[in-house]
């Protein structure tokens, strides 16, 4: 079944297309209209005026004077004249009305044709050729008509291809700017062009835009300055039970504020902006075996050596808490770097509990990966996502071979 969207993604390409189209139309209606009521009518006059002579040569072919019957035609005994290098008509829509027209006449015509004449002969008496002069049939009006046509409908169809690849411009733009925005990376306000349609478009996602930047400014200005106030306390309190007696009070209390500071550290963590690091060329091999290097249930299966532009401590933090994640709740982690053409991929495998969680539950804010593993913030998949978006890449989670859960990284090589 026929789908337009199979046909062609591009608006520019379907734009084109939807205004073409009708002119290409238009020209091959024009074509036709002009063979069938005009081109045709002229041939079948001209067809019938040339069977009229050649009936006339046909009556007085044994008259002395029979050259005086000729009008353009050209009688020519056969024996007078060898004709070379003949070859069907190819104009079939006069061979076809001289078929009809000679049909009147007594005989069986042959018909062949050369570079200067059409040549008829009657097989009843073939003693005489017909030499029928082909500018007598043809007309440069008809290849200039063609000409002409084929020359406006592509003249009309670049017109239209530049035009419209003009208006698109500001949509392209468009789309870049709100995929990298989508990504989380800064981005600058379009300056609005093209229609008035499309310049409404982009001052709309302008202050869409500006609105949610305002607001993600706004929490993380209210987060940061709540954990910092909470950390003050925090750090009073951890002077304070330095003077406690009981040991084991004192430990469980310590425990939990360093558990408090964790939390406030991911929290800041979770409203950094961190869209202004710069990118870096680093061996993915040599970044890999620095990441591991304090993980000892970790086993490298492939580690592929290339030069990756990557913004490098954010791609570490990334790596760094996700096999954090993995240390915690499984025995064994294994690790896969390879790089595939334009992708750089890392797989990391576990063979802890996984988890029932959606992709899409699994990295939203202060949500844990299991009911029954109920540690940590839930915000430690939400940096990750945020850091692998920061450096155009992907993330996805799948079930593991081994068990546990499986989270895949692809970046796209610079």
């Not at 829509?93 to 049909?103: E, P």
């Not at 008829?120 to 030499?131: A, G, I, K, P």
């Given at each position: 079944m026929f789908k337009w969207s199979n046909f062609s993604g591009s608006l520019l390409v379907r734009s084109v297309y939807l205004i073409t189209l009708p002119i290409v139309l238009v020209q091959v209606v024009g074509i036709i209209i002009f063979f069938e009521l005009h081109w045709d009518l002229v041939l079948k006059r001209s067809a019938q005026s040339i069977a009229n002579e050649i009936k006339i040569l046909e009556l007085n072919k044994d008259d002395e004077e029979i050259d005086k019957f000729a009008n353009t035609l050209q009688i020519i005994k056969t024996d007078q004249i060898q004709i070379d290098e003949v070859k069907p008509i190819s104009n079939w829509?006069?061979?076809?009305?001289?078929?009809?027209?000679?049909?009147q006449i007594p005989g069986q015509f042959t018909a062949s044709q050369n570079d200067n004449f059409y040549v008829?002969?009657?097989?009843?008496?073939?003693?005489?050729?017909?030499?029928i002069p082909k500018k007598r049939v043809e007309t440069k009006t008809v290849a200039g008509f063609f000409l002409w046509t084929i020359a406006v409908s592509i003249i009309l169809s670049l017109i239209s291809y530049f035009f419209i690849k003009k208006q698109i411009q500001p949509l392209k733009r468009l789309g870049i700017i709100t995929k990298s925005f989508g990504r989380g990376v800064d981005t600058p306000n379009l300056k609005p062009t093209g229609s008035s349609e499309v310049r409404g478009l982009i001052s709309d996602f302008n202050n869409m835009q500006n609105n949610i930047n305002s607001t993600f400014e706004n929490q993380r200005n209210m987060l940061a300055g709540i954990s910092h106030d909470l950390k003050t306390p925090l750090t009073r309190i951890n002077l304070m039970i330095e003077e406690l007696n009981n040991e084991e009070i004192k430990s469980s209390i310590s425990k939990n504020i360093s558990e408090m500071n964790i939390m406030l550290n991911h929290y800041l963590d979770f409203i950094k902006n961190e869209k202004n690091e710069n990118l870096d060329e680093t061996i993915a091999d040599n970044l890999i075996q620095d990441i591991t290097n304090n993980y000892q249930k970790i086993s490298i299966l492939r580690n592929d050596s290339k030069k990756v532009l990557i913004r490098k401590n954010q791609v570490k933090r990334a790596l760094i808490n996700i096999l954090d994640n993995a240390n915690k709740f499984a025995e064994n982690i294994y690790l896969s770097s390879t790089i595939q053409s334009d992708k750089w991929l890392i797989s990391v495998e576990d063979d802890g509990p996984g988890t029932n969680l959606t992709e899409e539950q699994l990295v939203r804010p202060f949500v844990k990966g299991s009911e029954q593993l109920n540690q940590g913030t839930g915000l430690g998949l939400s940096i990750v996502q945020k850091l692998i978006k920061l450096n155009n890449g992907e993330l996805k989670f799948g079930k593991s071979n081994y068990g546990g859960l499986k989270v895949t990284i692809s970046f796209e090589i610079q």
């Open positions: 829509i006069f061979k076809k009305r001289m078929n009809q027209s000679l049909g008829f002969s009657n097989t009843l008496n073939d003693d005489y050729y017909y030499l």
